[in-house]
């Protein structure tokens, strides 16, 4: 079955700290993988997502993951969070760009100044 | 640029009644999605479309909730009657046919009481 699994529902860190947020997915074919962030009453926003070629990818506002076919993960990390980076955090995988996106159930961050 | 816009924001009605969320996509994006939020899960898509045609509802609950892009344009989805396990966030997205990123809108909050 396809999946995404986020073990992690809520996380707290102090700004300046490093960040890394796990995601896990379960796909019988080649995988599209996103990171969505959703602040309190807003829509999702793409951070960043991953197709094909470097398993590296960076996005917006400081944000990278790394796509690890061997382990079925693609986990966020952000050298330095800001308080402004408290949100929630989704992440996604689909089979054809932005078709039939299936989320997990998303990391709430906290950040302490 | 105009994002995705959706109407109302929040709406609270009892159970067994009809309710209707409309919602406008960027303009020239043929693609646009229906996406269902529970609290505490990850959106979960209901129904796309291309243009004026239904792509993927296989997750729609037929017996109670429709949905219509007339124009290929806007979008009304409908739930008619609602139950209490309705109560959600109800998220619209577009994208460029065949793009790589789709945009959210901020949802509709619907309480079912």
């Known amino acids: 079955a396809q999946s995404v699994t986020q073990p992690d529902i809520h996380i707290t860190v102090s700004e300046g700290a490093s960040l890394e947020l796990r995601c896990n997915y379960s796909?019988?074919?080649?995988?599209?993988l996103f990171w969505y962030v959703q602040s309190p009453g807003q829509g999702l926003q793409l951070l960043l997502k991953?197709?094909?070629?470097?398993?590296l990818v960076q996005g917006i506002k400081g944000f990278e993951a790394e796509f690890k076919r061997s382990q079925s993960s693609f986990n966020l990390r952000k050298p330095s969070v800001h308080w402004s980076d408290a949100a929630e955090y989704f992440c996604?995988?689909?089979?054809?760009?932005?078709?039939?996106?299936?989320f997990g159930t998303g990391t709430r961050l906290q950040v302490f100044p | 640029e105009a994002g995705v816009a959706q109407s109302p924001r929040y709406k609270i009605i009892e159970k067994r009644q009809s309710v209707a969320f409309w919602c406008n996509p960027i303009?020239?994006?043929?693609?646009l999605y229906w996406y269902q939020q529970i609290l505490g899960q990850g959106p979960k898509l209901l129904i796309q479309?291309?243009?004026?045609?239904?792509?993927?509802d296989s997750q729609l609950p037929k017996d109670r909730f429709s949905a219509e892009r007339l124009k290929g344009v806007d979008s009304t989805l409908k739930i008619q009657p609602a139950k209490l396990e309705d109560s959600a966030v109800y998220l619209c997205?577009?994208?460029?046919?065949?793009?790589?990123?789709?945009?959210f809108g901020q949802g509709t909050r619907l309480t079912v009481v």
């Open positions: 997205a577009s994208s460029l046919a065949g793009a790589t990123e789709a945009f």
């Open positions: 796909y019988g074919a080649t995988p599209y």
């Open positions: 303009s020239g994006h043929a693609t």
């Open positions: 479309f291309q243009n004026n045609g239904v792509v993927d």
């Open positions: 996604a995988v689909g089979g054809y760009n932005t078709d039939k996106l299936i």
């Open positions: 991953y197709f094909s070629g470097d398993t």
